[in-house]
């Protein structure tokens, strides 16, 4: 096989050096860490389709991997499996002014699509602390979220269309970037979120959104979780311009301003109960009156406007800091999850108490994006083997209506957990479709479906 | 059969009147018509999977309908199946204010839906002339597209999520209103647009937009389809709230004003050559100013700016008299297809020459979305049964990169063309999901794929 491959791809670029090969067999959180056989990286969609078809007539099973910035070990060979790495299709199309559509590669990295976004006037909808290394081929498999999802909806919501590469090497999809194409059933909408176990994607079809000229950012210390709620709907109903909306409750705030070595720049907020909010809106149009005008009918303990672009990427780096300075303490447990907006404080109320009652040393650290009821659980000072507390927050999360994952998929670590939100019939579903795409079951054996 | 679905339904829901049995197999063109056995009404969620379980083990085939606004026989039984219509599945639920979502029916109509959303401060992002009858679950099956996909993309992108019956009886999916929930394949993306073969989608749970307080809406007269381009790209890259973006070819406009009665507010645009372009912006803040100045720019035979919403109004109702100005003058065949944008005047010449050259004595009317490239064919003057000619106009759509349906689905109409826009590859992955879901095959059968 290692031969055919290199035939393909050239003999460059399959990859049998031990170390090289060990550094796509792990995680950057350090939790997930498996074994491969072979790195192989293809340049483009015809490569791609001939290396599934030789794995496919092989039956040897393959992990598609685009930035590796996952957290749940979706994109992590764990027993030897040939790695695809799809990081060289980093081909950008140029922006068609009419539709505000671009093509772009499966491994461009979002800061590299946001950038050329900009250039043209335009800006993707997506992003998120990780967008130096995630791949637009990622973060159509797991759909990412992030910060922007109150406004412009998930990843999916930006895909027009995609070029995917079927398990048997069949190239399927179109990047015509027809927003209207009811031709039969929608196969990108299947893929959006797949997390390579259906097919590999190789190339998409986005669309742009506008880019805002002016921005209005606040920092909102509120003294806790309900009054968080309160500010929020204020929000909604008075700022129709919303742009972000996060939430870090407690002293999460404080971690990254300690690690950062800077101030909260707001009195208030954090504590064990409290709640800091960092709020942007953002339009063509300035959205200052607008913000302030929401802010004055909020009770906050405290608001720091941005007076300028600086504070306003001040404001941006507290809030994005607060992952690093988590990792500083150790390996966190980090558990992506979502609930209904309504019962946000609620749940996390929940969580911070059954971590203490259960794990009485550990911290918890809670962060997330307020807007969308998807919140970063992080807890430290855990063994990384200690999966039953997991399991219990999970639970916790369904127990609150919600879902075990939000933006991060369910990967390897997380699909022992999939029936405590999906039924039997749906799981059953997923099972028959996977079938169905992929007989022969050589992609990402592992990740998603349960055993 | 029919004496177990008296029994779940009630014997008053489980029409066999001949008359009425009538009425629910032809579809408002008058283009469809078939024949039904029975009409089963069920009322909520628990009565469409009674019903189910009893087809299915039955082996009896079944065609859900909603509001039978279809315009390629989707919803239409042609050989005595059951229709199951979902229109007393009309509960709507109240508005959410922290995620601006709603949970509705599939029974619940587009207007009943908008007016509802109105009442709460917020808009549903889709629209179109059809509102009246068309249903929350028809609009999900077809992925409903209308006027507004320009800027809100279509019925795909206002699904949170949706509660769905598949052909056992199973209830799937999930209205908790997560906007981020990545646990596993996405079942309601895959069940958008598939046309009842998969699944009875019983009721959904849909975002909500804000709703803009100001509107400003303009006719305009183009010399041609690349002038009408022109001014598309000009308005795309000016007017962050542009709304909608109406094309109408040739004298189409002139058409509906005759049939109501008034003159087309503008010169120019019209005859052979010209195209009339309705555009509208909508803001919280009024866009008048934003839209005026592109207006200036751009270089327009006539230009009628609405001065109050009664003019506004007129403007259209002229544009959505299309449709019936063409219906009364016979049966058209109506093809609904999308090509990308920069390449639609030329497509929208080579129909209009192609129907001239194939079929000289029909009339061709052309209008549709120009910011989607979503044209409608009307061709008025045919045998309804000359289905040469339709394939030649789907052909062309594919020949220009484009799609053979663009919001109205492939339903019984078009699935001899399936093969014209979709590969080998593509078809048999969907017969895989089809036969994944519906092993049975029971659910709409005859529709979407070929034989």
Redesign the interface.
């Known amino acids: 096989v290692a031969a055919r491959l290199r035939e393909i791809v050239g003999p460059e670029h399959v990859v049998d050096d031990a170390d090289v090969i060990d550094s796509f067999a792990r995680d950057w959180t350090g939790r997930f860490h498996g074994r491969a056989s072979l790195v192989v990286r293809p340049k483009d969609t015809g490569e791609v389709a001939a290396v599934l078809r030789v794995l496919h007539d092989a039956g040897v099973p393959v992990v598609p991997q685009g930035g590796n910035t996952g957290l749940v070990g979706g994109g992590v060979p764990m027993e030897g499996e040939v790695v695809l790495t799809l990081r060289r299709l980093d081909q950008l199309g140029e922006l ?5 559509q671009v093509t772009a590669g499966a491994g461009v990295t979002l800061a590299q699509l946001s950038a050329h976004a900009r250039a043209a ?1 335009r800006d993707f909808a997506i992003d998120h602390g990780g967008r130096d290394a995630a791949t637009v081929g990622g973060m159509i498999a ?2 990412s ?1 992030g910060i922007h ?2 406004r412009y ?2 990843t ?2 930006q895909v027009v269309g995609v070029e995917a590469v ?1 398990a048997d090497g ?5 990047l ?12 990108a ?2 893929l ?3 997390e390579g176990t ?1 097919a590999v994607i190789t190339r998409a079809r986005l ?1 742009l959104v ?1 880019r805002p000229a002016f921005h209005a950012t606040a920092l909102l210390a509120l003294r806790d979780g309900e009054a968080a ?1 309160h500010a ?2 204020t929000l ?2 008075q700022v ?2 919303l742009h972000a909306a996060e939430a870090v409750f407690g002293d999460g705030l404080e971690l990254a301003a300690e690690r950062l070595g800077v101030e909260v720049p707001v009195g208030g907020g954090g504590g064990e109960r409290g709640v800091h909010v960092l709020v942007e809106a953002a ?3 300035d959205p200052l009156d607008e913000l302030a005008a929401a802010l004055d009918e909020i009770d906050a303990d405290g608001v720091a406007f941005a007076q300028d672009a600086r504070q306003r990427e001040r404001l941006w780096a507290l809030r994005e800091g607060i992952s690093e300075a988590i990792a500083a303490h150790g390996i966190p447990h980090k558990l992506d999850v ?5 019962v946000l404080p609620a749940f996390a109320g929940a969580v911070r108490a059954l971590v203490a009652r259960e794990r009485p040393g550990a911290r918890t650290v809670l962060f997330g ?1 307020l807007g ?3 919140l970063h659980v992080n807890v430290l000072g855990l063994d990384p083997a200690d999966d039953d507390l997991d399991g219990a927050v999970l639970w916790c999360a369904t127990d609150h ?10 990967g390897r670590a ?1 699909r022992r957990w ?1 029936s405590l ?3 039997e ?6 099972r ?6 992929d007989p022969a079951a050589i992609l990402n054996p592992g990740a ?2 349960p055993e």
């Open positions: 068609e002014p009419l539709t505000a006037g797991t759909n979220g999802a109150v909806g998930t999916r919501a079927l069949s190239v399927v999809g179109s015509a970037g027809l927003v209207k194409d009811t031709a039969g059933y929608d196969l909408s299947l959006v979120g797949s259906l669309r506008p709620l929020f709907a909604r109903a129709p311009s339009s063509h149009i979502a609930v209904p907006v309504p994006h969308d009821g998807n209506g919600g879902t075990i994952s939000a933006e991060h998929g369910i997380k999939l939100v999906r039924s019939a749906e799981i059953a579903a997923m028959q479709i996977k079938r169905a795409l998603v479906l």
